[in-house]
């Protein structure tokens, strides 16, 4: 099976400081993705990647960043994170046979 | 733009309940629908995926059908149990847009 392994569960940042985000998964899909969920609103697409150092929009890129060097590997950057991006943030990889997410990341910033 | 739309929007049941939950959307031509599982403050478990050429699929004690022409799956879970208790997310891929509901939260009374 496939595995999305985000780097950590919960995050505590600081307004301000720049955050990084990673994902990495191991069965060689092309197409990766970074979701956020918050209550009331369900889940918004930040942005996708469809191949290594290609990145598009989603629906709410603003305040955000991504980097793809590798294929297995999809980073979300908070340039400099505000109390508004405090959210669950969740990964995911796709290949034709649905996507599979990793565990999600909680970050609150202060 | 695709919507999806999940009703109930929460459901309580008395274990050993057979339960249908249900997921609409608006632009028929998708690439298939999955079915997911969420509990509280974890990622997304795919459950089930339709592929657009399939009507239904079926693991365990799920089925999940697929009704393209009238926009429509359901998730018929049989013999609940206080296991099932989590959200339950249907989403909608039109060819790497996958859109999602905002899930049904089910609670399995022991």
């Known amino acids: 099976d496939v595995k999305v392994t985000q780097s950590s569960r919960y995050l505590v940042k600081r307004t301000g400081e720049k955050v990084f985000l990673e994902c990495v998964q191991d069965m060689d899909h092309e197409n990766m993705f970074w979701y956020r969920q918050d209550p009331g609103l369900g889940l918004r697409l930040i942005y996708f990647?469809?191949?290594?150092?290609?990145?598009e929009k989603g629906d709410i890129p603003e305040g955000y960043s991504v980097s793809r060097e590798k294929k297995e590997r999809f980073s979300l950057i908070l340039e400099s994170a505000s109390t508004n991006q405090t959210s669950m943030y969740l990964c995911?990889?796709?290949?034709?046979?649905?996507?599979?997410f990793g565990s999600g990341t909680r970050l609150t910033v202060v | 733009k695709q919507e999806v739309t999940q009703i109930p929007a929460a459901l309580s049941v008395p274990e050993g309940e057979n339960l249908v939950l249900n997921c609409s959307f608006t632009?028929?031509?998708?690439?298939?629908l999955q079915w997911f599982r969420q509990d509280p403050g974890k990622g997304l478990t795919s459950l089930l995926l339709?592929?657009?050429?399939?009507r239904e699929q079926t693991s365990g004690r799920l089925n999940a059908s697929l009704d393209k022409s009238s926009g429509r799956s359901t998730l018929y879970i049989a013999a609940s149990q206080p296991g099932d208790s989590a959200t339950y997310l249907c989403?909608?891929?039109?060819?790497?847009?996958?859109?999602f509901g905002a899930g049904t939260r089910l609670t399995v009374k022991p």
């Open positions: 989403a909608v891929d039109n060819n790497n847009d996958m859109r």
């Open positions: 995911a990889s796709s290949r034709h046979r649905g996507y599979t």
């Open positions: 632009d028929s031509a998708i690439y298939n």
């Open positions: 990647s469809y191949d290594v150092k290609m990145k």
């Open positions: 339709i592929q657009s050429s399939q």
